[in-house]
């Protein structure tokens, strides 16, 4: 019996549907701090460097646990690890709204990273398992689009909106933790389990794939360092754009929350956008394009005035470029470049340890850019990120089943690009 014959499409659809409204929760949750942050930092003293460390300390923390539970959920599968990390980040979430410090705030984002970090490489993972081959790249592609849809698209427009009818900020923080309870629900619900032995060709050699093999596969490498860059540049963009549009070009609370929501519509289209043109132009080529139209729209768009529609404009195609280089990179790339067993374990790897030092780091080193030789010198920053994973991007071994042959794709993960 053939892939296709015995492929469950109607199966396919509704974890697309599951995990994208999770992931586009994920996104919600940890992103609705940024447009947030003006009114946070009047009512509890802080400053430029603290909104950097409150991005930061969440993507570390979901960057060591992604590494982590990548290797967990290769063990004992992805529903329960889906489930109970969803609804611990929603109620954390939840409890951002009575933090009445900075602490308090830093513990909390550090937990929730942890819940989030885990949820991240189980259903990339669980995506690629119910995806025919030929559509893995759109389907991972597409639910990784969620993030920047809901996380950076709509949480502005949501955030600054709800701010003009509940009593202060700690409301809107409250009001987040709905919508990912229901979907967790859901998840348990509806999503199957696979365990690793009933996967195609999974034999007992598969099974004991040992973790440390990944880094014998030069696309993981490469894809590690890429996304560091790739994340370098649109989460300093995404962290410290607003605070610049209010404070630097002088735009009012909902023109800023306009033109910042380009982030996330932008990236909505990139994430499956360019993981989907990888299916057919080959994971390397559309990596370097993405790379270098982020670079080139990002200088644009650092020399622009208080034009908010032609702010809206750039910010939304390198957000489109950007974000669809982390929906690329952690999602078919990273995927295609695992080793037989070990898929999460990849896609963990790779979009934990990019969370690490281009999604933590990174933010932190620009909030110290921004409180010391100011915000405009953190698109410079953003932009030196990008310049570089364009330069790493030119050594990624090709892996798409359109350049490798429909028989490389026949079996999920058996792709190999190992040095």
Request: charged residues 10%; hydrophobic residues 55%.
């Amino acid at each position: 019996m053939s892939t296709l014959s015995r492929h469950d499409t109607a199966y396919e659809r509704k974890t697309l549907i599951l995990l994208g409204l999770g992931f586009g929760l994920v996104g919600l949750d940890r992103w609705i701090v940024a447009p947030l942050f003006p009114h946070m930092m009047r009512d509890l003293g802080l400053n430029f460097q603290q909104l950097g460390s409150l991005i930061g300390i969440l993507s570390v923390a979901w960057g060591i646990w992604a590494i982590a539970m990548g290797p967990v959920s290769d063990r004992i599968g992805r529903k329960k690890i889906l489930v109970v990390t969803m609804i611990a980040f929603s109620l954390l979430s939840s409890l951002s709204g009575l933090a009445a410090s900075f602490a308090g705030l830093m513990l909390i984002r550090a937990i929730m990273g942890i819940a989030e970090g885990a949820f991240t490489p189980a259903s990339v993972a669980a995506t690629g398992e119910a995806s025919l081959p030929a559509r893995r790249g759109f389907n991972q592609g597409l639910q990784l689009s969620m993030f920047s849809l809901l996380g950076l698209g709509f949480a502005p427009i949501i955030a600054t909106q709800l701010l003009r009818v509940v009593p202060s900020w700690h409301w809107v923080f409250m009001i987040s933790a709905v919508p990912g309870l229901i979907v967790a629900t859901l998840i348990a619900v509806m999503l199957r389990e696979h365990p690793r032995n009933e996967l195609p060709h999974a034999d007992a050699a598969h099974a004991k794939a040992r973790w440390t093999s990944l880094f014998r596969s030069r696309n993981v490498v490469l894809a590690t360092l890429a996304i560091l860059c790739a994340m370098s540049g649109i989460f300093v963009v995404s962290a410290m754009v607003p605070t610049y549009l209010v404070e630097v070009l002088h735009l009012d609370t909902q023109s800023m929350g306009f033109v910042v929501s380009a982030i996330g519509f932008g990236g909505f289209i990139g994430s499956f956008g360019v993981a989907g043109v990888s299916d057919f132009i080959g994971r390397r080529a559309a990596a370097i394009i993405a790379f270098v139209c982020a670079a080139v729209l990002l200088y644009v768009f650092s020399l622009v005035g208080a034009n908010p529609p032609v702010l809206f404009a750039l910010l939304f195609g390198i957000s489109m470029f950007a974000l669809g280089l982390l929906g690329l990179l952690s999602g078919p790339i990273a995927t295609e470049a695992a080793p037989l067993g070990l898929v999460a374990s990849s896609v963990g790897f790779v979009s934990g340890t990019g969370e690490i030092f281009g999604g933590g780091l990174a933010p932190v080193i620009a909030g110290f850019i921004a409180q010391h030789f100011g915000l405009p010198m953190t698109l410079d920053f953003a932009l030196a990120g990008l310049v570089g994973g364009a330069v790493v991007s030119l050594f990624l071994l090709e892996t798409a089943p359109c350049k490798r042959g429909a028989a490389a794709s026949d079996v999920f993960g058996a792709t190999r690009d190992v040095a």
